[in-house]
């Protein structure tokens, strides 16, 4: 501002204008109407700032800003800074403010996200800033231009509000003084009030939308609402909502951003009312209540889990959702409005909603043609709506994190369980039963992804590889997802999920049913509804799990095995099980295109959506090995039972024998002889032969065997490992390749036999065999070869199978062991 002829030249400082009392120092800046000086008042000697209004301003507006200045002259409070004086010198109007040093907050935001802040310290400041706005709305006036560059911080790092220049009285204005005029829009494009925008009247509301665009701009380091066109901010406020980014780092928890959007809400009455209730919800993110945890079952592990959900926020608001809706579902008295009404109050969850529910997967129930909550609860039910309601409120917390592309992978995996489930269900009363059954049965799982994200990444580490034992330095096998979860966490998976379900009063059936079932399938179907929901949910989980780590060309023959592996238990044949699996990866296809998830091209989810369709190498699938469904006609039931017992008592004690061998120090050799033997002559096989890797042919080759005639045969195993180009696997180098344990029943049947390589043809000739393969790092390096010379002469229960495959990973463990 240069001076003019209100202005005369200070004598105690030549060359410096002087404004009546006041020394003006330096300009600290300009604005549209008016300019501040740094200035020095010889009277109290003092520095203050002093706000000049432009000449030639109109009268009527000087008179309102001095009116108004004058009434916050009254306002006292440590964030708001403070008016000394306002008055007029030879018609030069002017304030006069408490100087603070340093910059504001726009300087501040021109630093990117967090404006040198961390999210705590942004938000204590705007507790601050809200506690003086609430002073100044209690004094009954309202700044109406708050803004970042209208927001001082001191030396101590607090928010101080100024420039009250165009505030407004709650109350009726002062005799003398005319009301703000109704079509009058007041305020700064990018900050203003949509109601601000359309010429309303002055209410502490538009201070809370402001303030709640300049959080949000500290949260995220960018603006909320800006355009270079200022007209277009302003309609884009009256005309839509204001959201903030989805990526706000981890500290900024769905409890946070719900802070901010409710102070960013388009409509008043969908607003925090006042400056203080958006002040105390702050606070009360800033300092959780310290609730009292129940005790639970699994001591600190999950009591700190549970502090840790209510203090971050995210799933508490999932669990205070399901709470609610689990609530009206489950009540004899819930009502249609009232569910409805729940949902509603989740404006995202309701348009995803209603995208679902238009799907081809819902046209039983009228999809194409649901346009409110209401008619979606009728047509869809309520059971149905809570299941979509709880995956689409999972899946709407899990995108706020960082790692959402880990969460998003088991979402859709929880989700092809669920959609498997309801598929597979016999009974369709029990249908949506199944599919929360599913879909919780892994949920400690979830929230570990959720809350501890390393944690899980290193259990899924531990479970995936071997590791080296600290006690004897050797190699030992990878550890289960129960016995990992415990080693990490402190308690398993399950423990975790149960002990959370309990504080969600989840019903005792859904918690049953996330009790992994001990043992072998039964072979017949479970009558009793919970536990048949129970090996239902274990299942599809299996399913999903497998599909999911699985590479597609293989994932038809790996989830034709578990068929076979459940069909029995689950009252449906395996091929009924095939066909359920790919229709729950076609609704999980269309759910996932209606909920908007995009997949990146390395996101192992995508699995989840490809076909199950059989490829040209599925010709072994129904080979792999498995239980023998029917017995053999010449043996009756007791003389099967009695005669698998007796393998099954052989084999566990050749195992606890190699043990023990293992423990100490031992020759390869003989622990691999043990483990033939064990094989040999627990299961009667004619002949068993160990095959190894040739590093110089990268050939798998006969080295011993056990059998009549078997040193004959043992040099004629030859399996190439590495194919000429162009070259077609023959059936071992395919099994070996795969690492699937195949039984071959009848190797005369023409599908089988064109596949045998010519050495086998000629020397072995065995009608019925299996393969055992051996691999490291997923590389074949040995095989195990046993069979019988009647075809359909092996005949195999679960249990055989487990302990032949717990055989062949004692063969990899010794020599992890002796390397």
């Known amino acids: 501002m240069n001076p003019d002829d209100s202005l005369t030249y200070s004598s105690a400082a030549p060359g410096l204008p002087a404004l009546g009392r006041f020394h003006l120092l330096k300009s600290l800046g300009e604005g549209a109407q008016a300019t501040v000086w740094l200035a020095h008042d010889p009277r109290l000697d003092r520095n203050v700032a002093l706000k000049v209004l432009r000449p030639g301003t109109d009268p009527l507006s000087v008179d309102e800003w001095l009116h108004e200045a004058r009434a916050v002259s009254r306002l006292t409070h440590p964030n708001i800074v403070p008016v000394f004086e306002a008055d007029s010198q030879a018609g030069q109007s002017y304030l006069v403010f408490e100087y603070v040093p340093g910059g504001t907050l726009a300087d501040r935001l021109r630093g990117g996200r967090n404006a040198q802040f961390g999210v705590r310290a942004a938000v204590e400041l705007f507790v601050g800033l809200l506690d003086g706005l609430q002073a100044a709305h209690a004094a009954g006036v309202v700044h109406r231009d708050l803004k970042p560059s209208n927001i001082l911080i001191d030396a101590k790092g607090r928010a101080r509000v100024m420039d009250f220049g165009i505030a407004a009285r709650l109350s009726a204005a002062a005799p003398g003084v005319e009301s703000v005029p109704p079509q009058r829009v007041v305020g700064t494009p990018g900050y203003i009030s949509p109601e601000a925008a359309r010429g309303e009247p002055p209410s502490a509301q538009m201070d809370v939308f402001a303030a709640a665009v300049m959080l949000g701009e500290m949260l995220s380091g960018q603006r909320l609402n800006y355009d270079p066109d200022p007209w277009v901010s302003v309609r884009r406020v009256m005309e839509q909502d204001l959201t903030l980014p989805s990526d706000l780092g981890l500290d900024v928890d769905d409890a946070l951003r719900a802070i901010v959007l409710r102070g960013l809400a388009r409509k008043p009455a969908e607003r925090w009312p006042t400056a203080q209730a958006m002040h105390d919800a702050l606070t009360e993110w800033l300092h959780p209540a310290q609730v009292a945890v129940p005790e639970v079952e699994g001591g600190a592990a999950l009591e700190f889990l549970l502090r840790r959900m209510r203090h971050k926020s995210d799933f508490p608001a999932m669990s205070d959702a399901i709470g609610r809706i689990q609530r009206l579902t489950a009540s004899e008295n819930g009502s249609l409005a009232s569910l409805s009404n729940e949902i509603l109050k989740d404006v995202a969850l309701t348009h995803k909603l209603l995208r679902l529910v238009n799907t081809v997967q819902f046209s039983h129930a009228g999809g194409g043609s649901i346009s409110t909550v209401s008619r979606a609860v009728a047509l869809v039910g ?30 859709l995996r929880s989700l092809m369980a669920a959609s498997l489930a309801r598929e597979l269900c016999l009974n369709p009363r029990e249908a949506e039963e199944a599919f929360l059954c599913a879909m919780l049965h892994n949920l400690g799982r979830s929230l570990s992804e959720f809350y501890f994200p390393e944690e899980a990444q290193q259990i899924r580490r531990i479970t995936r590889t071997e590791r080296v034992s600290q006690a004897t330095g050797h190699a030992v096998a990878p550890l289960s997802e129960a016995a990992a979860s415990t080693e990490v966490l402190g308690m398993s998976y399950e423990q975790l999920g149960l002990g959370v379900a309990r504080q969600w009063g989840l019903p005792e059936s859904l918690q049953h049913s996330m009790r992994r079932p001990d043992g072998d399938p039964p072979t017949r179907r479970i009558e009793h509804t919970d536990e048949r929901q129970r090996w239902l949910a274990h299942a599809a989980n299996d399913v999903a799990d497998v599909i999911l780590h699985t590479d597609p060309a293989e994932a038809h023959a790996r989830v034709h095995a578990m068929a076979q592996r459940y069909a029995r238990v689950l009252g449906v044949t395996a091929e009924t099980f095939d066909v359920a699996a790919d229709q729950a990866r076609q609704r999980l296809a269309q759910v996932a295109d209606a909920m908007g998830i995009q997949l990146p091209k390395n996101s192992h989810a995508r699995r989840l959506l490809a076909p199950l369709t059989p490829t040209a190498d599925d010709s072994l699938a129904a080979h792999q090995l498995q239980a023998t469904q029917i017995l053999e006609p010449t043996q009756s039931l007791s003389q099967q039972q009695v005669t698998r017992e007796q393998a099954v008592e052989m084999m566990a004690a050749g195992i606890q024998d190699i043990t023990n061998v293992m423990v100490e120090n031992f020759k ?11 094989i040999f002559r627990a299961l009667g096989f004619s002949r068993v032969v160990f095959c190894l890797r040739d590093a110089k042919t990268e050939t798998l080759t006969g080295r011993f065997g056990l059998g009549e005639g078997v040193e004959s045969i043992v040099p004629a195993f030859r399996v190439p490992l590495r194919l000429a ?12 390749h795969k690492g699937a344990d195949t039984l071959i029943a009848d190797a005369t049947v023409s599908k089988i036999a064109e596949r045998l390589p010519v050495w086998y043809r000629g020397a072995v000739r065995a009608p019925s065999f299996l393969l055992l393969p051996m691999t490291l790092k997923g590389a074949p390096f040995a095989l195990i070869y046993a069979d019988k010379a009647k075809a359909g002469g092996i005949d195999l229960g679960e249990k055989e199978l487990q302990l032949l495959r717990t055989l062949r990973n004692q063969a990899v463990m010794a020599f992890k062991q002796v390397s």
Request: glycine residues 6%.
């Open 725 to 736: 180009d162009g070259g077609n696997a023959d059936l071992f180098a395919a099994v070996c």
């Open 382 to 411: 309520f059971s149905g709506i809570r299941n979509l309601a709880l995956s689409l409120i999972l899946l709407e917390r899990m995108e706020n994190k960082a790692h959402a592309q880990q969460l998003r992978e088991e979402f």
């Open 668 to 678: 390869l050799n003989e622990v691999l002889r043990m483990i033939l033997e064990t």
